[in-house]
């Protein structure tokens, strides 16, 4: 049993992997510019003006310091083999990132769409600075993964609280990535290969877990 779900998460890290490799091939050609432009004009012209502060408000959850709060609080879940596992990680996604921003010329959204309430910033000032992949999005979905995890295998949990658990988990990361392009600071692209980097990384916790407890058995 243990074994199989092991070898899923595996094969998910891989095929996470794989489309991010893909996806950033696509980037890199420019052929998701059109896209991009589209659908934050159609994103930022259905919402109302209303929801913004809401966004500004969630998308600091997405931010540096308070993800690496919540990576360290789940880490008192593992462990020690698994927590060297996850900062090791946790640190070489973000050269991932920075390497995609310092090489991919993809610029982030004009200013013009720029929604950011200064009050609200944690800080998140506006940046015309290169921005494939979203670290907001990485992080979140990194996150997430690693709480899923966390849950799925706890075998004293009634199914439903899992299901509200891995539901609440990635609706929020999927509300931080949504809450970035509408604010105006990244494209749809860019939260696309955060989320695909993030849950690839995250994949590859889980699996360890799983195989950290099939050598204890």
């Not at 779900?5 to 980037?27: E, N, P």
């Not at 990576?71 to 879940?77: A, G, S």
């Not at 699996?207 to 058995?217: D, F, I, N, V, Y």
Request: aromatic share 14%; net charge positive.
């Amino acid at each position: 049993m243990h074994h199989s779900v092991s070898k899923r998460f595996i094969i998910g890290s891989c095929f996470f992997f794989g489309l991010f490799a893909l996806f950033t091939l696509y980037i890199k050609l420019d052929l998701f510019v059109q896209h991009d432009f589209d659908l934050l004009v159609k994103l930022q012209n259905k919402l109302p003006q209303t929801i913004y502060p809401f966004f500004s408000m969630v998308v600091v959850l997405g931010s540096f310091i308070p993800s690496s709060i919540l990576v360290v609080l789940l880490m008192k879940f593992r462990n020690r083999y698994e927590n060297l596992a996850t900062i090791t990680l946790f640190g070489s996604m973000h050269v991932v990132e920075i390497i995609g921003k310092f090489f991919l010329d993809h610029k982030g959204p004009p200013y013009r769409f720029f929604k950011q309430n200064p009050a609200l910033s944690f800080p998140l000032e506006y940046s015309i600075s290169h921005s494939y992949p979203s670290g907001h999005a990485l992080r979140a979905f990194f996150i997430a993964t690693l709480i899923v995890s966390l849950v799925i295998r706890k075998k004293n949990i009634d199914a439903r609280y899992k299901i509200s658990a891995i539901l609440f988990s990635f609706t929020t990361a999927l509300t931080i990535a949504i809450g970035k392009v509408a604010l105006g600071h990244h494209w749809v692209s860019d939260t696309v290969g955060g989320l695909l980097l993030g849950i690839g990384c995250g994949c590859i916790i889980a699996s360890l877990k799983k195989q950290h407890m099939e050598q204890r058995a």
